[in-house]
């Protein structure tokens, strides 16, 4: 079975400084990864994915993310952090049937930013 | 169009009533779900549609009945609920591989669930 752990519950950082959220996953073969943000009360919106290639990726907002699958990580980097990030971050991972996916969330991030 | 829209965006709702969420996506995208996500939790899944189908019913209880009424709509009937029931429902929709072979997500901003 798939599963997602997001060790850090909440993590406080500073305007400016980096960032480093940590996503570890368990998945029988090639996983599809994502990692999304939610803001109070809305809907998640995707900072980026993996399903091959390039094990850097980036995506918006300035975030990237490293597949390293010798560690099952997919942890998500920003190299400055600015005041307006601050919300809940989830890893997600999933199979894609080809017609539909099966996401498995992670327990979540919530990031605080002081100014 | 790059959205998926949720109405309402807050229901209140009496045990015994009968209420709809509804969702619809003007993406072509053919698979649509229904995720719920109780406060400082994950979204969980609950079902999913792929081409009008019934593909996934996460175990969810009979008091919500989905409906696919078409490519772009999807409705999630409520009935008897219980106070426990009370969250934020998510709806999201995915392309097929003919069209992304990713299977990203793209969700709504919710429907947020008060049942008293």
């Known amino acids: 079975a798939q599963s997602v752990t997001q060790p850090d519950i909440h993590i406080t950082v500073s305007e400016g400084a980096s960032l480093e959220l940590r996503c570890n996953y368990s998945y029988g073969a090639t996983p599809y990864l994502f990692w999304y943000v939610q803001s109070p009360g809305q809907g998640l919106q995707l900072l980026l994915k993996y399903f091959s290639g390039d094990t850097l990726v980036q995506g918006i907002k300035g975030f990237e993310a490293e597949f390293k699958r010798s560690q099952s990580s997919f942890n998500l980097r920003k190299p400055s952090v600015h005041w307006s990030d601050a919300a809940e971050y989830f890893c997600a991972v999933g199979p894609f049937t080809g017609t539909a996916s099966k996401l498995t969330f992670g327990t979540g991030t919530r990031l605080q930013v002081t100014l | 169009d790059t959205e998926v829209t949720q109405t309402p965006k807050h229901l209140v709702m009496g045990m015994t009533n009968k209420k709809s969420l509804k969702c619809e996506q003007h993406m072509g995208h053919r698979a649509m779900y229904w995720y719920k996500q109780k406060a400082k939790k994950p979204p969980e899944l609950m079902f999913v549609?792929?081409?009008?189908?019934?593909?996934i019913n996460e175990s969810v209880p009979s008091r919500f009945s989905p409906e696919c009424p078409n490519s772009s709509l999807l409705n999630l009937h409520l009935h008897a609920l219980q106070p426990e029931d009370s969250a934020l429902y998510l709806c999201?929709?995915?392309?097929?591989?003919?069209?992304?072979?990713?299977?990203?997500?793209?969700f709504g901003e919710g429907s947020r669930l008060t049942v008293l």
């Open positions: 999201a929709s995915s392309q097929d591989a003919a069209a992304s072979n990713t299977g990203e997500l793209f």
């Open positions: 549609y792929s081409y009008e189908k019934l593909s």
